[in-house]
C-alpha cells in the first residue's frame, strides 16, 4: 500500500540556519504531496503542496519539489526563524487508488530553532 | 472563520466510560476525517465520511463508531473507553478532491485512566 516515509527527528538547528527534511513516498497511482505543520497545542497546518511531477510548492519560505523519479518531496528552507519551530509531516493522497480523499501521513519530524 | 471546530479540548475518562467528541465544520465540506495522534508517530485514520449518511473504516477503527446525519457535523463514538484510546484525536474535512488540502481541528486531548 501507499507509505510516506520521513527523516527522524528531533532536529535541532540555530537562527539562520538552512533546513532540509527529507521525505520519501511509494504510491501505486498518482498522488499528491503535501507538507503539513502543526505548532504545539494547535492542529495540522497546510504548509503546501504539489500535485503532479517537477511541481515545486512554496510557501512562507519554505519549498519542496515533487520529483517522481525519486519518489521524494523533500522540505528545505534557507534561513529558519525560533518561530519555525513546530512538527512537519510529510502526507500524500492518491484519488486513483484511494477512495475517499485521504491522507497518508509520515511520521512527523521535529524541528526546534535556537536563538 | 470558525472551519473545523472540536470539543472538548481535554477530557479524563476512567476505563469502560463511554463519550462522544464532537467534530463540527462550516465550509460545506462533503469529506470529513477522524484520525489519532500517539506520542512520536503520525495520524493513524480511524474512520471518514463522504457525504451525509455515508461513513467508512479507516486504519484503526476498533473501539470507535461514527455518524453523520448532517454534513456540517461528525462525532466520534468512544464505547467502553481503554487506556490504549489514550491519545490526541483530530477531526478534518475536505472538498475531497485529491489536490485539495484537509482542514483540521485543534483537536481533543483525551486520557483514558
Known amino acids: 500500500g501507499d507509505s510516506v516515509t520521513q527523516m527522524e527527528g528531533p532536529v535541532t538547528l540555530s537562527e539562520e540556519a538552512f533546513l532540509t527534511i527529507n521525505c520519501t513516498y511509494t504510491a501505486t497511482g498518482y498522488p499528491s504531496l503535501f507538507w503539513y505543520v502543526q505548532y504545539p497545542g494547535e492542529g495540522l497546518q497546510l504548509l503546501l503542496k504539489?500535485?503532479?511531477?517537477?511541481d515545486k510548492g512554496s510557501n512562507k519560505g519554505f519549498e519542496a519539489t515533487y520529483r517522481k523519479e525519486t519518489t521524494s518531496f523533500h522540505l528545505e528552507k534557507g534561513s529558519v526563524q525560533v518561530s519555525d519551530s513546530a512538527v512537519y509531516f510529510c502526507?500524500?493522497?492518491?484519488?486513483?487508488?484511494?477512495?475517499?480523499?485521504?491522507?497518508?501521513f509520515g511520521q512527523g519530524t521535529e524541528l526546534s530553532v535556537k536563538p | 472563520n470558525a472551519g473545523v471546530t472540536q470539543t472538548p479540548k481535554f477530557r479524563i475518562l476512567k476505563i469502560g466510560q463511554s463519550m462522544t467528541l464532537q467534530c463540527t465544520q462550516d465550509m460545506n465540506h462533503n469529506y470529513m476525517y477522524w484520525y489519532r495522534q500517539d506520542p512520536g508517530m503520525g495520524l493513524k485514520l480511524i474512520y471518514y465520511?463522504?457525504?451525509?449518511?455515508?461513513?467508512d473504516k479507516g486504519e484503526v477503527p476498533n473501539g470507535y463508531n461514527v455518524s453523520r446525519s448532517t454534513t456540517e457535523d461528525f462525532p466520534l463514538r468512544l464505547e467502553l473507553a481503554a487506556p490504549s484510546q489514550t491519545s490526541v484525536y483530530f477531526c478534518?474535512?475536505?472538498?475531497?478532491?485529491?489536490?485539495?488540502?484537509?482542514?483540521f481541528g485543534d483537536g481533543t486531548r483525551l486520557s483514558i485512566l
Open positions: 504539489a500535485t503532479k511531477a517537477d
Open positions: 478534518a474535512s475536505s472538498s475531497g478532491t485529491a489536490n485539495q488540502p484537509q482542514h
Open positions: 502526507a500524500l493522497s492518491d484519488l486513483w487508488y484511494n477512495q475517499g480523499g485521504k491522507l497518508i
Open positions: 465520511s463522504v457525504g451525509a449518511g455515508i461513513t
